[in-house]
Nanobody, 121 residues
Framework: QLQLVESGGGLVQPGGSLRLSCASSGFTLDNYAIGWFRQAPGKEREAVSCVERGDGTTYYADSVKGRFTISRDNAKNTVYLQMNSLKPEDTAVYYC??????????????WGKGTLVTVSS
């Protein structure tokens, strides 16, 4: 059964760090791009970052560039999102998703259930 399970969310103070994990099962992770998205209360879901299969090219939203880092460990079937210098506006439910075979820009077909990140003092 195909699954994506996010973990690592929680409450953190502004300026702090968190590392989110996206554990996959039911498919071969290294054959797919994986993306991270977030949805803040009352706002639309937005793309945060994506990592391609193969060469591992990465993409970031302007709002997180320089603060967030996406990485993948195909041997562990896991994709990570390291989030540093967190701001209150990073507060959201974070989701990981599997990309279509064509890559990050072509959409996602399976989604995890999300993990909540709250940045507050």
């Amino acid at each position: 059964q195909l699954q994506l399970v996010e973990s690592g969310g929680g409450l953190v103070q502004p300026g702090g760090s968190l590392r989110l994990s996206c554990a996959s099962s039911g498919f071969t992770l290294d054959n797919y791009a994986i993306g991270w998205f977030r949805q803040a209360p009352g706002k639309e879901r937005e793309a945060v970052s994506c990592v391609e299969r193969g060469d591992g090219t990465t993409y970031y939203a302007d709002s997180v560039k320089g603060r967030f880092t996406i990485s993948r460990d195909n041997a562990k079937n896991t994709v990570y999102l390291q989030m540093n210098s967190l701001k209150p506006e990073d507060t959201a439910v974070y989701y990981c998703a599997r990309g279509l075979p064509e890559g990050c820009e072509y959409g996602m077909d399976y989604w995890g259930k999300g993990t909540l990140v709250t940045v507050s003092s």
